[in-house]
């Protein structure tokens, strides 16, 4: 973090003294439309249009076909394997691992998760989205405590994070649950109390608290925790911080994390790839895809389901049945405190609330770290990140 004010071009590429290739080999897979992947249609050849991949469900069956695929080109159907997803790419992961086990008969070892999001209801960006879903502001004001916590933010700032937020953790489960849950019935001096504990949590105003009716989304508290400085934190990384773009504007109008690194990660990967390796001549590189977001559908079947789902899909019972068909599946998820899009306490909820027989249970792991969404762009966690990773490998093959 030190650093980043020092990325501008021309930039550098190092070697990653903390890759996991001393661990496993590595197959990266683009999704189809980003990257250099690139969908033919059926008229001149290919599988089909973006409508066929731009999914839930047909983007997890290219990911399952092409690893099958894989697997038979190089022969190694008997190899140890693992699925490795950040982010949507452990929402991926769990239907993958689902479709794998039980259409392709395809045993994985291991399915590794950094910053989990298996159940879009539980998203803090969009509470306001779903009224009387209030779960979302409960998972996320641990996050939103730690990042005060990072800023000195917290009146009477306790030395040591992770017994501060075992504190929240247990409020936000508690006391702040059974509050929310009574709605408009809460009585006003619960609601006060519940008031002043948010503010000690996370400093934000009382006043705003109360204006937000107890309930402060990912957005709001982005935009609300630096605004004495005319400053914003990140969404993915709340450590990271920019000047407002619109003072007016109730939530962010960017993500300071994304725009400080991007433009030297895609640079650097480019300039890597085009001068080193000779590789993408009269090509272009999307590094977001090319209008997947507004294209793609979230109907997702889900194991059991009559019928498909279309608003805040829910992939939890992809990774339960895969575990349960699979019982010496095991299961890793990787967070990071100050991580807002997809906060820890969120992923270990959802891990804790898996439909599977607690005998279980004692399959996931779980690790934190003192970084945001991109574990790996705080050197001291990638190589906790590397560490953890490689000693789950080597303790499940």
Partial sequence: LEDTALMQPPFKTVNNDFCLLDASDLVFIDAPGTGFSQIISKEKGGAGEPKDFYGVDPDAN????????????????????????????????????NILERRYAVDLNGVILLSQILSYNNMSDLGTADPGMDLPYELALPSAAATAWYFHKVPNQPAELQPFLKEVEHFAMN???????????????????????????????????RKANLRVSGPDFEKMMLADENKITGRLDTRFTGPEMDPLSETPEYDPHTATFAAAFVGSFNNYLRTQLKFGKDMIYHPRGNGIIQQWDFRHLAPNLPFPMRVFTNVMPDLASAMIYNPKLKVMLN?????????YFEGEYEMHHLAIPESLQKNISFAHYMSGHMVYLHIPSLKNLHDNVAKFIEETH
């Fill in 335 to 343: 967070m990071g405190y100050f991580d807002l899009g997809t906060p």
């Fill in 62 to 97: 290219a990911f399952a076909s092409f690893i099958t695929q894989f697997l038979s080109d190089y022969n190694r159907w008997n190899s140890p394997k693992y699925l490795f997803g950040e982010s949507y790419g452990t929402f991926r992961s769990a239907v993958v691992s």
């Fill in 175 to 209: 006391d702040y649950a059974l509050a929310l849950n009574k709605g408009s019935l809460l009585d006003t001096a619960t609601f006060t109390h519940i008031a002043g504990k948010i503010h000690e949590y996370t400093g934000l105003p009382v006043a705003y608290i």
